[in-house]
Protein backbone atom coordinates (compact mmCIF):
# COMPACT_ATOMS: atom_id res chain seq x y z
CA UNK A 1 0.00 0.00 0.00
CA UNK A 2 1.13 3.33 -0.60
CA UNK A 3 -0.67 6.79 0.10
CA UNK A 4 -0.19 9.96 -1.39
CA UNK A 5 -1.47 13.31 -1.09
CA UNK A 6 -3.38 15.60 -3.54
CA UNK A 7 0.14 16.81 -4.90
CA UNK A 8 1.00 13.17 -5.76
CA UNK A 9 4.11 13.20 -2.67
CA UNK A 10 4.03 10.17 -0.70
CA UNK A 11 2.81 10.24 2.86
CA UNK A 12 2.98 6.61 3.61
CA UNK A 13 4.28 3.21 2.54
CA UNK A 14 3.61 -0.21 3.98
CA UNK A 15 6.01 -2.81 4.68
CA UNK A 16 5.34 -4.64 1.67
CA UNK A 17 5.53 -1.62 -0.19
CA UNK A 18 8.91 -0.58 1.11
CA UNK A 19 9.65 -4.15 0.39
CA UNK A 20 8.95 -3.91 -3.38
CA UNK A 21 10.14 -0.38 -4.19
CA UNK A 22 13.31 -0.79 -1.81
CA UNK A 23 12.06 2.76 -0.08
CA UNK A 24 11.45 3.03 3.21
CA UNK A 25 8.60 4.80 4.80
CA UNK A 26 10.76 7.32 6.20
CA UNK A 27 12.88 8.17 2.80
CA UNK A 28 9.50 8.16 0.78
CA UNK A 29 7.81 10.30 2.69
CA UNK A 30 7.22 13.70 0.32
CA UNK A 31 8.77 12.51 -2.92
CA UNK A 32 6.53 12.34 -6.14
CA UNK A 33 4.94 9.11 -6.29
CA UNK A 34 6.69 8.72 -9.94
CA UNK A 35 9.90 8.58 -8.25
CA UNK A 36 8.95 5.66 -5.46
CA UNK A 37 6.51 4.11 -7.69
CA UNK A 38 8.47 3.87 -10.95
CA UNK A 39 6.17 1.95 -13.30
CA UNK A 40 6.79 0.94 -17.09
CA UNK A 41 5.55 -1.48 -19.87
CA UNK A 42 7.07 -4.68 -19.99
CA UNK A 43 7.15 -4.67 -23.08
CA UNK A 44 8.74 -1.80 -24.08
CA UNK A 45 10.33 -0.44 -21.05
CA UNK A 46 8.85 2.84 -21.38
CA UNK A 47 7.07 5.09 -18.74
CA UNK A 48 3.40 4.23 -17.84
CA UNK A 49 1.04 6.87 -16.61
CA UNK A 50 0.85 6.47 -12.62
CA UNK A 51 -2.16 5.09 -11.95
CA UNK A 52 -2.26 7.54 -8.54
CA UNK A 53 -2.20 10.53 -11.80
CA UNK A 54 -5.21 9.35 -13.16
CA UNK A 55 -7.14 8.32 -9.77
CA UNK A 56 -6.39 12.15 -8.86
CA UNK A 57 -7.36 13.75 -12.28
CA UNK A 58 -10.49 11.53 -12.31
CA UNK A 59 -11.94 10.91 -9.01
CA UNK A 60 -12.11 7.05 -10.14
CA UNK A 61 -10.52 3.54 -9.19
CA UNK A 62 -8.05 2.94 -12.00
CA UNK A 63 -6.29 -0.06 -12.70
CA UNK A 64 -2.54 -0.69 -14.06
CA UNK A 65 -2.19 -1.88 -17.84
CA UNK A 66 -1.50 -5.45 -17.54
CA UNK A 67 2.11 -6.21 -18.35
CA UNK A 68 3.41 -3.41 -16.32
CA UNK A 69 6.34 -3.68 -14.32
CA UNK A 70 7.78 -1.80 -11.19
CA UNK A 71 11.52 -0.53 -11.11
CA UNK A 72 12.88 -0.79 -7.31
CA UNK A 73 15.31 1.61 -6.30
CA UNK A 74 17.82 -1.22 -7.03
CA UNK A 75 16.93 -1.52 -10.47
CA UNK A 76 14.99 -4.57 -10.24
CA UNK A 77 11.97 -5.04 -12.23
CA UNK A 78 8.75 -6.84 -10.33
CA UNK A 79 5.74 -7.52 -12.21
CA UNK A 80 2.56 -5.79 -10.28
CA UNK A 81 -0.96 -5.97 -10.51
CA UNK A 82 -2.56 -2.45 -9.12
CA UNK A 83 -5.11 0.01 -8.92
CA UNK A 84 -5.31 2.82 -7.43
CA UNK A 85 -7.99 4.84 -5.97
CA UNK A 86 -8.66 8.93 -4.96
CA UNK A 87 -9.35 9.24 -0.74
CA UNK A 88 -12.14 11.80 -0.25
CA UNK A 89 -12.31 14.06 2.73
CA UNK A 90 -15.79 14.61 4.62
CA UNK A 91 -17.30 17.05 2.15
CA UNK A 92 -16.19 14.36 -0.75
CA UNK A 93 -13.43 16.37 -2.14
CA UNK A 94 -10.09 14.37 -3.12
CA UNK A 95 -7.28 14.73 -0.03
CA UNK A 96 -5.02 11.99 -1.99
CA UNK A 97 -4.70 8.83 -3.10
CA UNK A 98 -4.15 4.81 -2.12
CA UNK A 99 -1.94 2.90 -4.09
CA UNK A 100 -2.48 -1.35 -3.50
CA UNK A 101 -0.26 -3.20 -5.48
CA UNK A 102 1.25 -6.63 -5.63
CA UNK A 103 4.05 -8.51 -7.01
CA UNK A 104 2.91 -11.37 -9.82
CA UNK A 105 6.16 -12.86 -10.22
CA UNK A 106 4.84 -16.46 -9.15
CA UNK A 107 1.26 -15.67 -10.99
CA UNK A 108 2.98 -15.34 -14.02
CA UNK A 109 5.54 -17.78 -13.83
CA UNK A 110 2.51 -20.25 -13.19
CA UNK A 111 0.89 -18.67 -16.58
CA UNK A 112 4.39 -19.09 -18.29
CA UNK A 113 4.49 -22.48 -17.84
CA UNK A 114 1.26 -23.42 -18.54
CA UNK A 115 1.52 -21.37 -22.08
CA UNK A 116 4.72 -23.53 -22.31
CA UNK A 117 2.59 -26.97 -21.29
CA UNK A 118 -0.26 -25.49 -23.73
CA UNK A 119 2.62 -25.39 -26.53
CA UNK A 120 4.06 -28.88 -25.80
CA UNK A 121 0.75 -30.44 -25.83
CA UNK A 122 -0.24 -28.79 -29.35
CA UNK A 123 3.26 -30.42 -30.73
CA UNK A 124 2.57 -33.79 -29.21
CA UNK A 125 -0.91 -33.89 -31.13
CA UNK A 126 0.92 -32.64 -34.75
CA UNK A 127 3.21 -35.26 -34.27
CA UNK A 128 1.18 -37.99 -33.12
CA UNK A 129 -1.78 -36.39 -36.30
CA UNK A 130 1.60 -36.85 -38.50
CA UNK A 131 2.10 -40.38 -37.42
CA UNK A 132 -0.94 -41.78 -37.44
CA UNK A 133 -1.05 -40.45 -41.18
CA UNK A 134 2.06 -41.92 -41.99
CA UNK A 135 1.03 -45.16 -40.06
CA UNK A 136 -3.00 -45.17 -42.44
CA UNK A 137 -0.18 -44.61 -45.32
CA UNK A 138 1.86 -47.44 -44.66
CA UNK A 139 -0.91 -49.60 -43.66
CA UNK A 140 -2.93 -48.81 -46.88
CA UNK A 141 -0.08 -49.73 -49.17
CA UNK A 142 0.41 -53.56 -48.60
CA UNK A 143 -3.00 -54.04 -47.90
CA UNK A 144 -4.14 -52.82 -51.36
CA UNK A 145 -1.10 -54.89 -52.87
CA UNK A 146 -2.92 -58.11 -50.90
CA UNK A 147 -6.14 -57.68 -51.31
CA UNK A 148 -5.83 -56.69 -55.32
CA UNK A 149 -3.94 -59.78 -55.90
CA UNK A 150 -6.00 -62.10 -53.95
CA UNK A 151 -9.25 -60.81 -55.37
CA UNK A 152 -7.32 -61.79 -59.05
CA UNK A 153 -6.52 -64.61 -57.86
CA UNK A 154 -9.47 -66.14 -56.61
CA UNK A 155 -11.74 -64.47 -59.77
CA UNK A 156 -9.46 -66.34 -62.01
CA UNK A 157 -8.29 -63.02 -63.38
CA UNK A 158 -4.46 -64.13 -62.97
CA UNK A 159 -2.81 -66.29 -65.84
CA UNK A 160 -1.02 -69.51 -64.29
CA UNK A 161 2.30 -68.16 -65.35
CA UNK A 162 1.05 -64.93 -63.56
CA UNK A 163 0.31 -66.52 -60.51
CA UNK A 164 4.11 -67.31 -58.71
CA UNK A 165 4.84 -63.06 -58.74
CA UNK A 166 1.17 -62.55 -57.13
CA UNK A 167 1.50 -64.93 -54.30
CA UNK A 168 5.17 -63.41 -53.95
CA UNK A 169 3.77 -60.17 -53.85
CA UNK A 170 0.89 -61.29 -51.27
CA UNK A 171 3.42 -62.69 -49.21
CA UNK A 172 6.17 -59.76 -49.56
CA UNK A 173 3.22 -57.56 -48.54
CA UNK A 174 1.78 -59.72 -45.30
CA UNK A 175 5.79 -59.44 -43.89
CA UNK A 176 5.53 -55.84 -44.49
CA UNK A 177 2.43 -55.55 -42.29
CA UNK A 178 3.84 -57.85 -39.65
CA UNK A 179 7.15 -56.06 -39.47
CA UNK A 180 4.86 -52.73 -38.97
CA UNK A 181 2.46 -54.63 -36.25
CA UNK A 182 6.03 -55.02 -34.58
CA UNK A 183 7.41 -51.61 -35.15
CA UNK A 184 3.99 -49.65 -33.95
CA UNK A 185 2.78 -51.95 -31.30
CA UNK A 186 5.29 -54.91 -29.97
CA UNK A 187 8.60 -52.13 -29.59
CA UNK A 188 6.44 -49.32 -27.90
CA UNK A 189 5.18 -51.78 -25.27
CA UNK A 190 9.24 -52.65 -24.75
CA UNK A 191 9.67 -48.88 -24.72
CA UNK A 192 11.23 -48.16 -27.68
CA UNK A 193 10.10 -45.35 -29.31
CA UNK A 194 9.07 -46.88 -33.00
CA UNK A 195 9.66 -44.70 -35.99
CA UNK A 196 8.66 -44.92 -39.62
CA UNK A 197 10.84 -42.72 -41.16
Same mark, same amino acid.
Given at each position: ? =? ?5 ? &????? +??? =????? /? ?10 ? +? ?28 ? @??? &? ?7 ? $? *? ?6 ? =???? +? ?5 ? /?????? $? ?18 ? &?? *? ?6 ? @? ?23 ? /????? =?ST ?7 ? +?? &???AQ??VL ?14
Amino acid at each position: V =AITDVTE &RITFL +NVV =AEGLT /GWSDGDARGRPA +NEVLRLVSEDTRQPVENPITLALRTGQIVK @LPS &RTLLLGRSG $R *AIPLDDSA =APIK +NEQGGIA /GCVMVF $RDVTEQRKTEEAYRDAEQEA &RE *ANRIKDDF @LATLSHELRTPLTAILGWSSMLAGG /GVKPD =ASTRALETIIR +NA &RHLAQLVVLVFVLPIAGVRPSLA
